[in-house]
């Protein structure tokens, strides 16, 4: 047992650059069902109220290959052929999760000082873990179509960043859609530079307007890239499920990568995966039914947030995906505020984690509207309105007063 | 698409350390069912021939903590009280395998150059991540009782090594159980050097003769620790499914470690392994069944290797676990002996793999007992011996000749 004089035991130094989450912090403070929480990006349960799971046969039992299940990885790579990128299963790797993809691209890129490149805001902890690996992080600013292709391209002369990190499909945080030519024109420059493209997809199923452009790997010509994609948001996020698509360089590596993770994915998740996912017809029927599901909860945020932010914040109306993503007019307290909100019952997540560079931090909230219920969204939008509203005037009243 | 002009994307450096495991090429070549395979560690899988997995309620399809489910870490973390380690559940964390407690361990702990000591042989997927890490790999070698603790001692004044790792308990390959006595030992050389202990007990559970005595960590006075378990060998495998249990100001940094890597483990298996390990008296009915199972398979392994491999090796007969380990009287040409015992049906994995240091290799060979049906393993070791008797006389030839 430990003690008092037990010396400190020597730490590898990429352990200075673990971020003790603010994320994890709200996330754990949340998991008190009582709290109407906006702070995380999780599915609605009542989808999968009624869901059996399909029995799981004990040939799912043993071992089984780190590439994951033949049957699994055809259905994924149809999938991704489908969205027009050069994928086949031989070149899909079964991930625990997209966040493993994200540990996985990390080992096979970065090493410390290794510049990437990624959008700010950017996923937060894909940031955590390019910090981890002791990367150089560089941000360029999103607008309402991405990021801009002639600022990404004096980015990587300055930089030479062998890689670039983006969500460009319903972006997590900002729900930020690249558009079509912007996708076209930022792999033009990726391909110019030979940039390795990790694009991260989880969220492309659920739109509720129009159905999204390709993805930007799909456009590249000769750039290697990684595409990450998840069944966490549309089927069964416990599952920890998602898959990694590459070019077919890159597949050998990213392979022995996995292997020595965590040697291969659950069986019983991949059987159950395959089961619901194989019928096209019906799967396309679910994931209609969940966008209805989650398009309503939007328009009702929006809505609310019509009623009680106009003024305190802009923000636009997220056309997929789970968060809508609040600029305020005036900079305040974000964490009086979430101290605050906590304590009436309300979490929120803070703009400052999903910026790489502190000096980008804005004055922003992420609110997720997939999770709560629409009764304790309009309340809970109620409080958190309330409070921002008193710390604004406080703001401003320090302003007039300075 | 990939054109022949595209450049080679820029690759961290760890990736030239990424062994193209001899064992995976092995493995993926006895996918094929008619192949008698003494190579890989599975399980057998007719022990769960009848089993049917309790059903899994929706509750377990949402996103989870990073540390696992409560009521499973409170299981395990009793399981290594039991043990003697100072554990709790607040210091034990689920992971995906415990292949994953070593990926965790290593991003805590080694940065290139950082020495750490490990056994020769030793686990081949651990070697695999340490040398991903690029850690400075030092062996010292087992005999019967384990590693001598002199000389662990002097390679730590030497080394200055911050870790070292060790599978004190049936070892995988070498099948060694640590002494009570050489465990004591050991653990005051490691206290007397601040040493962190990365102990690995897969096999604990899977005792023939006496229970083993109790982890080396347990015997710790101030060095930190990090003591890795799984389910995969006694409960299903596919579950991917470990513990990380650990001195308590590692804890933390794990966590975060974990979090990024995959976020948190499957939930659905996480439910299945709380019901099926629950009742402890079930469950150690079903591991004596399990135990006595492999312990038939085991001696009828040593009267099979008896009537084959003397005067070609010598082996000790492993008192747990599931391998044997030969070390052959004569050095031959076990690539050789592995192209032939594959075309007649029959694979074993080599020794090399094994081994941190090429100049520790000897003539060995690790041959799995647990998965072969008793009918095929004497078809099987028959092959074997035929194939290295040959090499044997070629061999003896050869030197004669010279």
Redesign the interface.
Known sequence: ???P???????????DK????VA?DIL?RT?DKEIISFA?G??D?SL??????P??P?????????EGERSLREILARRSKGLGL?ANADTTLIT??S??G??LAA?????PG?PIILEAPSYL?AI??FK?FQADLHSLPLDSEGICPRALDRLLNETQA?VIYLNPTFQNPSGTSYSLERRKQIAAVLDKH?T?LLEDDPYRDIAYDAPPPPPIASFL????WIYLASV?KTL?????LGSLTC????FS?LL??K???????????QF?ATQMLADPAVNQARIDGLCQHYRQKRDLMQTLLAAHFSGLASWEVPSGGMFFWLRFTQRIDLAQALNDTLSRGVAFMPGAPFFADPEDVGTSMRLNFSLVSPERMEEGIRILAAVVRDLHQTAACAESAS
């Open positions: 047992m430990k003690t004089t037990a010396p400190s035991p020597r730490l590898a130094s990429r352990i673990l971020t003790g989450s994890r754990s998991q995380g999780l599915p349960a999968w109220r009624d869901l059996k799971l029995e799981v004990p040939s799912a039992f043993q071992y089984g290959p780190s050069p625990s999760g966040q493993q994200l540990d080992k096979l890129i970065l090493e290794t902890a955590q873990v981890l062998p030979a390795l010509q000769t750039s290697p966490s069964i996020p416990g599952l920890r070019s077919p360089e890159l590596p022995k990568l292997q020595a993770a965590d040697l291969h994915s659950n069986r019983p998740a159950i």
